[in-house]
């Protein structure tokens, strides 16, 4: 059965640094999420793509964070520079399309920052 | 926005008993409204979902109701085993293509 891919599961860096994400969604998906989940609470959509398109980012902290998905397949979250307060689990989702209501999950990549 | 709420926070259940969770929404336009499970460090797996058309919906021990009136729905999870302690999470959809909220997770806990 295919499934979201994202690296690395771990990350751990000090604050100021750069921190980046991938994820490879599941082939012929064209929707692709990312949410943060805080420890304790449910996830949070960052930013939506339809594509290669940003259709969301309303949640997604521009001056540190940034995500692009230029061929519109697999997609990079960037957090420069990192703030404690990042600290949470980041997780990558896709769906075949906008219209389609099913979202499958990654496995995440836990990030701690020091 | 939509604003999902979960209850409740913990919850602690003879292996065997049933148990409850419940969520309500705000915004009377949601249309699609899942449910997650999600064991330690492990990615959230969808378990169940119901559509706004739809009043109920069974799979096996689990089902889901909404009542769209009140704008609740909750989840029944039937003759409990140790391997249903995870932690749960409601969702809701808005209209057109709006974006998952998920409410903030209920722990659940069977003990044997």
């Known amino acids: 059965e295919a499934e979201v891919a994202q690296s690395p599961r771990y990350k751990i860096t000090e604050k100021s640094q750069a921190v980046a994400f991938w994820c490879d969604p599941i082939?012929?998906?064209?929707?692709l999420y990312w949410y943060r989940q805080i420890l304790g609470q449910g996830p949070e959509l960052l930013v939506q793509?339809?594509?290669?398109?940003?259709?969301?980012d309303s949640q997604l902290p521009k001056d540190r964070f940034s995500a692009e998905r230029l061929k519109g397949v697999d997609s990079t979250l960037k957090i420069q520079p990192a703030e404690l307060g990042d600290s949470a689990m980041y997780l990558c989702?896709?769906?075949?399309?906008?219209?389609?209501?099913?979202?499958?999950f990654g496995p995440g990549t836990r990030l701690t920052v020091t | 926005g939509e604003n999902v709420e979960q209850h409740p926070s913990t919850l602690s259940v003879q292996e065997g008993d049933s148990a409850v969770i419940k969520c309500t929404y705000s915004d009377s336009a949601s249309n699609y409204f899942p449910w997650y499970k999600q064991e330690l460090g492990k990615r959230p797996q969808l378990i169940i979902d119901?559509?706004?058309?739809?009043g109920e919906k069974k799979d096996q021990r689990i089902a889901v109701t909404l009542n769209k009136t009140a704008k609740h729905f909750s989840l029944h999870i039937t003759e409990t085993q140790p391997e249903d302690s995870a932690v749960y999470f409601c969702a809701a959809r808005g209209g057109g293509f709006q974006k998952l909220v998920f409410g903030t997770g209920t722990r659940l806990l069977v003990s044997p």
């Open positions: 082939s012929g998906h064209a929707t």
């Open positions: 119901i559509r706004s058309n739809v």
């Open positions: 793509f339809q594509d290669e398109s940003v259709v969301d």
């Open positions: 989702a896709s769906t075949l399309d906008r219209g389609e209501y099913e979202q499958y």
